[in-house]
């Protein structure tokens, strides 16, 4: 994670220290099960991380998730969605982001062109609107996101990593 995904991180959860998750969650693992379902129909998405706070804490839990999407993007996003300039589209709300990326790869061979690959963060278990800046939170998920989609981009050795920027694009599209 880049030291401003760790500062985003920061101010997502209001703390810098957080419970260990399973060793399965890594970047490497997220990569090497995206790997193994690229052909699968029945699986196109599933967990890269999950971020707890420390135990006796209030309870917050973030996820990382992939997803395999089908093509580039189209249509319009949710009004709570800001549009970021970074890959194939990047979403950003107050409690979530979205970026896709397309990733041509030896170690994902299509005939039909590039894999379409969405990174998540999400709040989990969000039981009222988010409180506080809404920019500054927006900025924050897109930050998070955008640092693992860029490392996942490398593990998988996507051409130009997937069309990412080496740092984070917070301006709106």
């Not at 260990?20 to 699986?43: E, G, L, R």
């Not at 930050?143 to 490392?151: I, K, W």
Request: glycine letters at 6%.
């Amino acid at each position: 994670m880049s030291a401003d995904a760790a500062k985003a991180l920061k101010l997502i959860t209001g703390s810098s220290r957080f419970e260990a998750s399973a060793k399965k969650y890594t970047v490497a693992q997220a990569a090497a099960d995206f790997v193994k379902a690229f052909w699968d129909p029945k699986v196109y998405r599933g967990d890269a991380c999950r971020v707890y706070m420390p135990i006796g804490t209030p309870d917050f839990q973030l996820r990382i998730t992939w997803r395999r999407a089908h093509s580039a993007p189209s249509g319009n996003p949710a009004e709570k969605f800001t549009v970021l300039k970074m890959g194939e589209e990047t979403l950003a709300a107050a409690d979530m982001a979205y970026v896709q990326f397309a990733c041509n790869s030896g170690k994902l061979v299509d005939p039909l062109g590039p894999a379409h690959i969405v990174i998540g963060v999400e709040r989990w278990g969000m039981p009222k609107p988010p409180e506080g800046d809404i920019k500054a939170l927006k900025n924050a998920y897109a930050t998070v996101a955008h640092s693992f989609s860029l490392a996942m981009a490398k593990e998988l050795r996507c051409e130009k990593n997937g069309g990412l920027p080496a740092k984070p694009v917070l301006i709106p599209a």
